[in-house]
């Protein structure tokens, strides 16, 4: 199923400006936006569970740099 959307106007104008101040196409700047939005969460994510798993196990990480 192929369904098409439009973003909203204000989008469409940031990321047609910042399209042609890097010389790329709208298409390619918006794919662009969206990897490096989706690799942030990913990254953000991982930073999470290496948080949590440091938090869990704060006293085995002490004895083992020790």
Sequence with gaps: MNTRRRP???VHT??????EEDGNSVTSEAATAIEDCLERRQ???VREIAREIARRDAELLDLLAQ
Excluded: I, N, S
């Design 8 to 10: 909203p106007q204000e």
């Design 43 to 45: 990254t953000e994510r």
């Design 14 to 19: 940031r990321v047609k400006r910042a399209a």
